[in-house]
């Protein structure tokens, strides 16, 4: 179980869009050839996702390994609608031991001198999704310990990138366990955010067919059809300090600053003053009127960013603000 959750760690007005998320219903398949030193072995993906197929053949040799076991198949019988779905598998890979398959919409990556595991990208969205959701069916695999059939769950991970402060972040993420059923039901993970202050780009999504409840068994087998996803309107972009009306008139000072800081506005208006971590979270918020001075004594050494609003919440300066011990 230790294993599979290091592995899991490395991956982990609403309206009803198909169109956000790249071949959700695993109609479209591709085949590749892989292997080490030379590719050999076939496997086939869904168009616009991955799998751990690669993974294995790009890893397993490398590390000492030369078995190989596919663990993810198109299926053409067990379906919800159209004419195929995703067959993710929980398999031996030689030296890797008992992995569970993975399916993923983003870009796996390896590092071949630690042999950890990354993922880069998503599909890209222009709206901030609020579910993801998708009909499974799950089939738990074979208990070694007493030879018959086990019990263990599969995993559905969303997970969504902003851009904070020019880095791409993790701004909200949801989980659901995927259990047992010999027939499609539909699953939902909801997003939670940290932040809703910063415009949504990628989506990623991962389908583990073990990593929930139980331990990790061999040919665990989880069926993937029709994604689904709820969505809202995205945040308008941080306006950047130049371009804000009237930003010039409001100042910050002093910055860096230790302690507390002022914030001076000419025309004696209410304003609020916010103070956001490096995910976008708000950590400290206060109102300020004319000059108002700011406790932040409260703020551990580093780099945030602050953001003054106006009348009916308009944002008329942001930047970055540097505490120092």
Do not use: C
């Not at 919409?105 to 222009?126: H, M, R, S």
């Not at 969504?160 to 499609?184: E, H, L, Q, R």
Request: proline share 6%; aromatic share 10%; net charge negative.
């Amino acid at each position: 179980m230790k294993r599979i959750s290091l592995f899991i760690a490395l991956s982990i007005l609403s309206v009803t869009s198909f169109g956000q998320i790249g071949n959700p219903g695993m109609e479209d398949w591709r085949t590749t050839f892989a292997g080490f030193p030379f590719p050999t072995i076939s496997i086939s993906n869904p168009k616009l996702w991955s799998s751990t197929d690669s993974l294995a053949l790009t890893v397993g040799p490398l590390i000492g390994g030369s078995g190989f076991t596919r663990q993810v198949f198109k299926e053409t019988v067990k379906v919800h609608s159209g004419s195929a779905s995703a067959k993710v598998m929980s398999a031996y890979q030689d030296t890797l031991g008992l992995l569970p398959g993975l399916l993923t919409n983003a870009k796996i990556e390896v590092d071949l001198a630690t042999t950890n595991v990354n993922f880069t990208g998503g599909t890209a969205v222009t709206v901030m999704p609020q579910t993801v959701s998708a009909w499974v069916a799950y089939s738990p695999g074979i208990d070694s310990t007493t030879d018959t059939i086990g019990y263990d769950e599969g995993t559905l991970v969303v997970q969504a990138y902003a851009t904070v402060w020019s880095v791409d972040s993790m701004v909200g993420s949801g989980f659901v366990n995927i259990t047992p059923s010999d027939t499609f039901y539909e699953v939902t993970a909801t997003l939670d955010y940290t932040t809703s202050d910063f415009p949504v780009h990628t989506l990623r999504i991962l389908f583990t067919s073990s990593g929930g409840t139980g331990d990790v068994l061999d040919s665990s087998t989880l069926y993937v059809d029709d994604l689904s996803m709820t969505s809202t309107p995205n945040p308008p972009p941080p306006v950047s300090v130049s371009a804000v009306n009237g930003s010039q008139h409001v100042q910050v000072f002093p910055n860096p600053a230790k302690g507390f800081v002022y914030v001076a506005a000419p025309d004696n208006s209410e304003y609020t003053y916010k103070v956001l971590n490096i995910s976008g979270q708000t950590i400290l918020q206060s109102k300020v009127k004319g000059t108002g001075r700011i406790d932040i004594s409260g703020l551990a050494a580093g780099t945030y960013l602050y953001v003054i609003t106006g009348a009916g919440d308009s944002q008329v300066k942001q930047g970055k603000l540097t505490v120092t011990q």
